[in-house]
């Protein structure tokens, strides 16, 4: 699996958004497709539509440290994974592909 994956870092003096390595600490590979993608997110929620055919999910790293998935899209269709499912709130994502 492919995965692009996105952490945000709040600090007093202003927030940054960066590429992180995945969960599994393998160096992220971002797939051209990725730049074409379309992302929403909220404090708790993160979605995401996709170009691809192939298939792909918003996963969302909540605060508590467990991982959520959404369901398995294609085709612009978006996935959200919510982080309020277990009471969390969202600390990072990415778009993982099948």
């Given at each position: 699996m492919r995965k692009l994956m996105l952490v945000t870092t709040v600090a007093?003096?202003?927030?940054?958004?960066?590429?992180?390595?995945?969960?599994?600490?393998?160096?992220?590979?971002?797939?051209?497709?990725?730049?074409?993608?379309?992302v929403w997110m909220d404090t708790r929620t993160y979605g995401a539509s996709c170009p691809?055919?192939?298939?792909?999910?918003?996963?969302?790293?909540?605060?508590?440290?467990?991982?959520?998935n959404g369901p398995w899209r294609n085709k612009w269709n978006w996935s959200y994974a919510y982080c309020s499912s277990i009471g969390s709130y969202l600390e990072g994502w990415e778009i993982d592909w099948a």
């Open positions: 007093a003096l202003g927030s940054s958004l960066f590429l992180a390595p995945s969960a599994s600490g393998a160096p992220t590979q971002p797939r051209q497709a990725a730049a074409d993608c379309r691809d055919r192939q298939k792909y999910r918003a996963r969302a790293y909540c605060t508590n440290g467990k991982w959520v």
